[in-house]
């Protein structure tokens, strides 16, 4: 496999639990259960996670009313998309020691 077909792949991984842990959350709020921290929920939008944590936000109606999410999970995806501009508009330079 090479590098571009694992960074898809971790990055289809990493959506689908983003968007599974808003769902878990959830069903574990109506259940009054152990709850997954919200610090847990950045961090895997933090890792690349941020469209599916923005899509389980939305369809499962989670954390919707929570100003840091309805505009943090945007942000963050806003800055991965400039992050990743920049890295592949840079100039390629081969240096030789």
């Given at each position: 496999m090479n590098v571009i077909?694992?960074?898809?792949?971790?990055?289809i991984s990493v959506n689908?639990?983003?968007?599974a842990l808003m769902g878990i959350d959830k069903h574990k709020a109506k259940?009054?259960?152990?709850?997954?921290?919200?610090a847990t929920l950045f961090i895997v939008a933090l890792i690349g996670g941020s469209i599916g944590s923005i899509f389980g936000m939305y369809a499962f109606r989670h954390k919707t009313r929570h100003?840091?999410?309805?505009?943090?999970?945007p942000a963050i995806l806003i800055l991965q998309i400039i992050l990743v501009i920049a890295i592949l508009s840079a100039p390629i330079t081969i240096s030789t020691l």
């Open positions: 077909t694992l960074l898809i792949i971790y990055f689908i639990i983003g968007f259940k009054r259960a152990f709850r997954i921290p919200e100003w840091y999410f309805v505009y943090g999970m």
